[in-house]
């Protein structure tokens, strides 16, 4: 970040082509390098439960083999620049980063416009990459914290597209074929929505021109009719009660739970105060209150936080702690008093105060690389937080109050409407 001044509207470089798709640049020439991250607005919200893990599976083999070059060639002229591409999905978008040296702009620009615009999907790659992905997925299955945090979402989330695993289920991500990740990518893929951000040693009236020469013309009526459809996702209601679900794993020696329920979006009013209070409950300092009572003062976990995700739908607010499994019931139990505590005492002075400095202390930080600077602006573009948010945040962060942090815990908090999830070896004690 140059001369410690935040990006605001006045140094990032905003423009919308005609088709749809956004750019933003920010120029910072301290290196001679370039970093580039972008989105399409389709993700796993577009499949069905028979077809889990088709928006991941497509977006991972769009570097498999395009129109213009063979997944050979891809990765050569890659590897010859030092230059670095890749894509992935998610629920509500499709995405991608690259970054090089300033001179291999051009390369990177191409490759992806190939990527978004003409992958073909070859079978035999296709079924490599399958092949990776069940692998993947096998290794989920002897991952405790991962079964848990799928056990959560399944439950917390059943009837809702949060409910499904983004990355599908072996017997959905088994079917799938190279016809079906091309029908996907014809359908969805195109510029309605889209962004890109330009970070690096390249004035952005070049950057806009060079993106706009390579994807300035790219059309896709199929995907600017389902555009506003793919973009909404409905509320969920906490559950009525607390739900528990336990995942036998029987060869394991460690539990990890997950306990929450559906938070607010990333558009809520009240977003930044949750946050904070967030903060102060499972973040700051040894992992916030959660950390320090069950994990330094309890001496129950291996790790013990808490998150609030705020994404463009319902996110979870989320609480996580690897214990051993004897102290599965008392690290539940603790978790649910520290919310509790959060919910009916206001916090101190000073923790507001410690959490308020971390947050705004944090931000440089995390605008010291390109590859920083572009996922901030991106999130405000793509979360519609304005150009001057960066600019506006240590106010924001500063202006919360003691008031604003118990009355966010109340509102999006439970320790009686919420799911816990379990996984690990099964307890007499434990069993559901």
């Given at each position: 970040?140059t001369?410690?001044r935040?990006?605001?509207?006045?140094?990032?470089?905003?423009?919308?082509?005609?088709?749809?798709?956004?750019?933003?640049?920010?120029?910072?020439?301290?290196?001679p390098s370039?970093?580039?991250?972008?989105?399409?607005?389709?993700?796993?919200?577009?499949?069905?439960?028979?077809t889990?893990?088709?928006?991941?599976?497509?977006?991972?083999?769009?570097?498999?083999?395009?129109?213009?070059?063979?997944f050979?060639e891809i990765?050569?002229?890659?590897?010859a620049?030092g230059?670095?591409?890749s894509f992935?999905g998610?629920?509500?978008?499709?995405?991608?980063?690259?970054q090089?040296?300033?001179?291999?702009?051009?390369?990177?620009?191409?490759?992806?416009?190939?990527?978004?615009?003409?992958?073909t999907?070859?079978?035999?790659q296709?079924?490599?990459?399958?092949?990776?992905?069940?692998?993947?997925?096998?290794?989920r299955?002897?991952d405790t914290g991962?079964?848990?945090?799928?056990?959560?979402?399944?439950?917390?989330y059943?009837?809702?597209?949060?409910?499904?695993?983004?990355?599908?289920?072996p017997?959905?991500?088994?079917?799938?074929t190279?016809a079906?990740?091309?029908?996907f990518?014809?359908?969805?893929?195109?510029?309605?929505?889209?962004?890109?951000?330009?970070?690096?040693?390249?004035?952005a009236?070049?950057?806009?021109?060079r993106?706009?020469?390579?994807?300035?013309?790219w059309?896709?009526?199929?995907?600017?009719?389902r555009?506003?459809?793919?973009?909404?996702?409905?509320?969920?209601?906490?559950?009525?009660?607390?739900?528990?679900?336990?995942?036998?794993?029987?060869?394991?020696?460690?539990?990890?739970i997950r306990?929450g329920?559906?938070?607010?979006?990333?558009?809520?009013?009240?977003?930044?105060?949750?946050?904070?209070?967030?903060?102060i409950?499972?973040?700051?300092g040894?992992?916030?209150?959660?950390?320090?009572?069950?994990?330094e003062?309890?001496?129950?976990?291996?790790?013990?936080?808490?998150?609030l995700?705020?994404?463009?739908?319902?996110?979870?607010?989320?609480?996580a702690?690897?214990?051993?499994p004897?102290?599965?019931?008392?690290?539940?139990?603790s978790?649910?008093?520290?919310?509790?505590?959060i919910?009916?005492?206001?916090?101190?002075?000073e923790?507001?105060?410690?959490?308020?400095?971390?947050?705004?202390?944090?931000?440089?930080?995390?605008?010291?690389?390109?590859s920083g600077?572009?996922?901030?602006?991106?999130?405000?573009?793509?979360?519609?937080?304005g150009?001057?948010?960066?600019?506006?945040?240590?106010?924001?962060?500063?202006?919360?109050?003691?008031?604003?942090i118990?009355?966010?815990?109340?509102?999006y908090l439970?320790?009686?409407?919420l799911?816990?999830?379990?996984?690990?070896?099964?307890l007499?004690?434990?069993?559901r």
């Amino acid at each position: 970040m140059t001369n410690g001044r935040y990006p605001n509207s006045h140094t990032i470089t905003r423009h919308t082509l005609p088709n749809g798709l956004t750019i933003l640049a920010y120029e910072n020439f301290a290196s001679p390098s370039v970093v580039m991250e972008g989105l399409v607005r389709v993700g796993a919200l577009a499949e069905n439960r028979e077809t889990a893990g088709l928006a991941n599976f497509t977006a991972v083999s769009l570097m498999r083999g395009t129109q213009n070059r063979t997944f050979d060639e891809i990765y050569e002229a890659l590897e010859a620049v030092g230059a670095e591409l890749s894509f992935s999905g998610a629920f509500h978008t499709s995405g991608f980063s690259a970054q090089g040296l300033v001179e291999d702009f051009g390369l990177l620009l191409d490759m992806v416009a190939d990527a978004w615009r003409t992958p073909t999907f070859p079978p035999e790659q296709i079924v490599k990459v399958q092949g990776q992905l069940l692998t993947g997925l096998q290794m989920r299955t002897n991952d405790t914290g991962r079964m848990a945090n799928l056990a959560f979402h399944e439950l917390v989330y059943d009837g809702h597209p949060y409910g499904r695993s983004a990355s599908g289920y072996p017997e959905t991500v088994s079917r799938l074929t190279s016809a079906d990740l091309a029908a996907f990518h014809a359908q969805h893929y195109g510029p309605q929505g889209a962004i890109i951000v330009v970070v690096g040693a390249v004035k952005a009236e070049e950057a806009i021109e060079r993106v706009t020469a390579v994807l300035g013309d790219w059309h896709n009526e199929r995907q600017q009719m389902r555009a506003a459809a793919a973009a909404a996702v409905p509320d969920m209601p906490r559950p009525d009660s607390h739900l528990r679900v336990h995942i036998a794993m029987p060869d394991k020696h460690q539990a990890d739970i997950r306990l929450g329920l559906p938070g607010p979006r990333r558009a809520a009013p009240d977003y930044l105060e949750a946050s904070l209070m967030n903060t102060i409950l499972g973040v700051f300092g040894m992992m916030g209150r959660i950390g320090l009572r069950v994990r330094e003062e309890e001496g129950l976990a291996y790790y013990a936080y808490s998150q609030l995700q705020g994404g463009l739908g319902p996110s979870p607010w989320l609480a996580a702690a690897g214990v051993a499994p004897e102290a599965v019931e008392q690290a539940i139990a603790s978790i649910l008093e520290e919310v509790a505590r959060i919910q009916n005492e206001p916090v101190s002075a000073e923790e507001l105060a410690d959490s308020q400095a971390y947050r705004i202390g944090s931000m440089p930080m995390a605008l010291e690389t390109n590859s920083g600077l572009a996922d901030i602006i991106g999130d405000m573009e793509l979360y519609e937080l304005g150009l001057d948010y960066l600019a506006e945040y240590p106010a924001r962060i500063q202006a919360i109050t003691l008031a604003d942090i118990q009355a966010t815990a109340q509102k999006y908090l439970s320790t009686e409407q919420l799911g816990t999830a379990v996984a690990g070896p099964e307890l007499v004690s434990s069993q559901r």
